[in-house]
């Protein structure tokens, strides 16, 4: 799950708590006060300047990648529903970083009555589609390779569509809450006015912090590491059937299948997308249990200054995914090029046999 930074410059240095560094919940707040820390200046030189660059790279690949499985020749894919799914969800996210950078500016709009209730709604809302899209697309690649016969009835546009707007509808409704349970006002560290849940809520915020962190962390992403250890085991257990065929007819029909292409895709999707969160969730999932035991942390500021640079770790996931599209896709590279990728085989889309998805 992606989490939104509120970075603390103004925090005096004398009541700095654990609780001011949230790290179990999507929003992140950083206990850097005010000095001439080097963290502090680091982390500050991160989020001025790196995270817009990360919104802009971000929002243009995402938005090209969009337009590309919008066209003709890869919207009618099962998959393509799902990546279509993830890159605007993804969007989402990116737009929400763009309002914690201008709050560096200060342009404080998220902490503003409405747009701080829309703000942390559409977060976590966003946060919840993109990695559960994300699963999907690994279940996609998981039947595709270890259960090809039952391609025909699972794979489908009309269910894939289906799968997308339940999940949809599923994540406005649980994080409808935060519209309640969230409002402005001054925190105990200074008398500028926040965007911070009600203390009313308090406890149920607390119970559904654990709830959301299974939601969001721990069973997509056992979920995805099970699928992807089932896909390597399959790809090997067949490379072995593989070299026992020594006709050149069944090397070149192998090494050209449309299916294998796109499972090299799909692959390359979920194990990009765990390998670039696992830093950021094993910090979250850390101050999370020191949270349930009740521990102190040995520095509050060097683990927030861990997260943020796991975090900017992460955020390379917005825009890596057009490079794993247009390097596995030959149908993305030729939507990039305008049609004018001679090179480039047009495959047919969903073909409904026992061979696989085809594209």
Request: with cysteine.
């Amino acid at each position: 799950m992606e989490t939104s930074t509120f970075f603390c410059v103004d925090c005096p240095t004398d009541d700095i708590s654990t609780d001011y560094l949230n790290v179990t919940d999507n929003m992140s707040y950083y206990d850097f006060p005010n000095s001439d820390n080097m963290l502090q200046t680091v982390a500050s030189m991160f989020i001025k300047y790196v995270t817009p660059t990360d919104v802009f790279v971000g929002l243009v690949a995402n938005i090209v990648s969009i337009l590309v499985f919008a066209g003709k020749d890869l919207r009618k894919l099962s998959s393509s529903v799902y990546v279509l799914s993830v890159l605007s969800a993804d969007i989402g996210l990116l737009l929400t970083m763009s309002f914690q950078w201008l709050e560096t500016l200060g342009y404080k709009f998220t902490h503003k009555p409405v747009i701080c209730q829309l703000y942390v709604y559409f977060q976590y809302v966003f946060s919840f589609l993109s990695v559960w899209y994300m699963v999907c697309i690994t279940v996609e690649n998981y039947i595709t390779i270890c259960h090809p016969m039952r391609i025909r009835t699972l794979c489908t546009l009309t269910r894939a569509r289906g799968v997308a707007i339940s999940l949809l509808i599923a994540a406005l409704v649980i994080y409808m809450f935060y519209i309640f349970s969230t409002h402005v006002a001054t925190t105990a560290y200074s008398n500028i006015p926040m965007c911070q849940p009600k203390p009313s809520w308090g406890t149920f915020m607390k119970i559904f912090t654990l709830v959301d962190t299974v939601l969001t962390l721990l069973l997509p992403f056992l979920a995805m590491v099970f699928m992807l250890v089932a896909i390597v085991c399959a790809i090997v257990t067949s490379l072995r059937k593989r070299r026992k065929r020594t006709t050149r007819e069944n090397q070149r029909t192998s090494s050209s299948c449309p299916q294998v292409r796109v499972a090299k895709m799909l692959f390359a999707l979920s194990f990009t997308y765990l390998l670039l969160n696992i830093p950021v969730h094993s910090v979250r999932l850390y101050a999370l249990t020191v949270d349930i035991l009740g521990c102190t942390p040995n520095s509050s500021m060097l683990l927030s200054f861990i997260q943020l640079i796991f975090e900017q770790v992460s955020f390379i996931n917005f825009y890596v995914k057009f490079f794993l599209f247009f390097a596995f896709s030959a149908n993305f590279r030729k939507g990039v090029f305008g049609g004018g990728c001679r090179r480039c085989r047009v495959y047919a889309p969903v073909s409904q046999t026992t061979e696989g998805t085809k594209v």
